[in-house]
């Protein structure tokens, strides 16, 4: 049963197809019988996992298993610690209901090794932007976006860095690999203990 890791591009659906000629996995993903473990918004690039392993699929996509998702934010404005202190603490009221607690915390930089994006974002020369890292274990629709509009930091691009203990490594967006058996053990291992639940 295969696993594997994509960096998905921007402007890309996590599905296969779609009726308005919107590009897809299918342009990046040749492999059969694969589906995508939770979603990655159109507008959103970055990690994206696919399997042909339905339990698996399951766990890693279930907020109640927890599987910690890395996310990079780069957002209009200056992050302020009271900023960072209300993405961490949660019960942001979402029209989903309130957030859980999560990590964020400001980046000194870009991230390294970040491929350009097409097209860039809009720049404003007056309005500075920061990169922030934020950790979810739950996946709420728009999540990120949303968490840093509602302290007053809209996103301008959002990169899924990681799930679990899986990281893009060097590949590029529209690239793609199988997970090794280590790798896949590793997912399994994270997601068997009830000791994940809240």
């Known amino acids: 049963m295969p696993t594997i890791i994509l960096n998905k591009p921007y402007e890309v659906l996590t599905q296969f197809t779609d009726e308005n000629g919107r590009r897809t996995l299918k342009d990046f993903v040749p492999v059969p019988d694969v589906y995508p473990v939770g979603r990655l918004d159109f507008d959103s690039e970055g990690l994206l996992l696919l399997t042909s ?10 907020p ?3 599987v910690p998702k890395i996310y990079w934010a780069q957002v209009e404005g200056t992050p302020t610690e009271d900023a960072l202190q209300r993405l961490r603490a ?3 009221h979402l029209k989903t209901g309130p957030t859980a607690p999560a990590g964020a915390r400001a980046l000194p ?3 390294p090794g ?3 994006r097409t097209p860039p974002i809009r720049y404003r020369a007056a309005i500075p932007t920061a990169w922030l890292e934020i950790t979810l274990r739950e996946g709420k629709n728009r999540q990120v ?3 840093t509009a509602a302290v007053g930091l809209p996103t301008l691009r ?3 860095a990681a ?3 899986l990281h893009l490594g060097n590949l590029q967006p529209g690239e793609w690999r199988e997970l090794t058996a280590t790798e896949i053990t590793a997912l399994r291992t994270l997601t068997a203990s009830r000791s994940n639940f809240r």
Request: aromatic content about 6%; charged content about 30%.
């Open 64 to 66: 109640r298993f927890r």
């Open 114 to 116: 970040l491929w350009p």
């Open 109 to 111: 930089a870009e991230p």
């Open 90 to 92: 949660g019960g942001l």
């Open 145 to 147: 976006r949303r968490m």
């Open 163 to 165: 799930i679990g203990p």
């Open 53 to 62: 392993d339905a339990a698996l699929q399951h766990r890693l996509s279930d």
């Open 158 to 160: 959002l990169v899924r």
